[in-house]
């Protein structure tokens, strides 16, 4: 019942977004005609930016961060442990803790160089931010901070692609001063934001796996049955989608 609920939502929130793009254009039109004025249409169209990511994180929120797993031993007998499950555990939680430290550090980077232009902002360097990751990885073996790190990752994406809408739409002039433009370039931003939040939806849903009740007291794992595997695919298929999405509109 709830794999059935999560994929409908899932199929709903797809179809919207799908429509977006040709209500978003007719409202840009109609904005066209009074450009100098501020309008009714003028707001709508500005605040249709914020429309796809607001989809997004209450999709993720709604179906991919609350994950419950099947532990049913008697169906499952193939067991991860030892250092093949320290391997997993390490690896997943640096990696984890790593994107949570460079998207926040991206966030930061946008808006002390949109908004605090000409204040010198000391930026924090690599080894600074380094030392962010293992205390990163502590917290989140606490289910409590597992659940805040990733709704202040989906406030982040959020954020971030306001701050992307705002410089398209104010023809923000983009130069090598922005840390994503050296590696991405300005075109590319969108997707970049959409690739950092599926790759934290991933680490996210195998540490939730992973972590799960009592699997890390015990230092045993069951492999993911059917419907854990259901669960994984739909992440997959809609980020998929949103890259695809975002690759059309760029």
């Known amino acids: ?3 059935k609920k999560n994929t409908t939502s899932l199929i709903l929130t797809l179809s919207f977004l799908l429509l977006l793009p040709l209500v978003q254009k007719q409202w840009f039109n109609l904005y066209l005609f009074n450009i100098n004025n501020i309008s009714f249409y003028s707001i709508l169209y500005y605040l249709s930016g914020t429309i796809c990511p607001f989809l997004i994180c209450l999709n993720s929120l709604n179906n991919f961060t609350y994950y419950k797993f099947n532990k049913n031993k ?6 991860i442990k030892g250092k093949a499950l320290f391997f997993l555990v390490a690896i997943n939680l640096i990696i984890f803790s790593y994107l949570i430290v460079y998207y926040l550090f991206i966030n930061y980077d946008l808006i002390s160089k949109i908004f605090l232009e000409g204040i010198k902002v000391q930026h924090p360097d690599f080894f600074q931010l380094s030392l962010l990751i293992p205390f ?8 409590k901070f597992r659940l805040f790190f990733k709704k202040l990752m989906l406030v982040n994406f959020i954020l971030i692609s306001f701050f992307i809408w705002y410089l398209q739409i104010n023809n923000f002039k983009i130069d090598d001063h922005f840390y994503f433009y050296g590696y991405f370039g300005f075109n590319e931003i969108d997707l970049i934001n959409v690739y950092i939040l599926f790759a934290i939806e991933i680490t996210y849903f ?6 799960y ?3 890390l007291s015990d230092w045993m794992v069951h492999l993911p049955q059917k419907a854990d595997l259901i669960t994984f695919l739909n992440i997959l298929i809609f980020y998929i989608f949103l890259i695809f999405y975002y690759s059309l509109i760029a």
């Open 213 to 215: 009740k009592t699997n």
């Open 136 to 143: 990163i990885s502590i917290l989140l073996i606490l289910k």
């Open 74 to 79: 008697i169906h499952n007998r193939i067991i």
């Open 1 to 3: 019942m709830i794999i």
């Open 206 to 211: 195998i540490w939730s796996f992973l972590s």
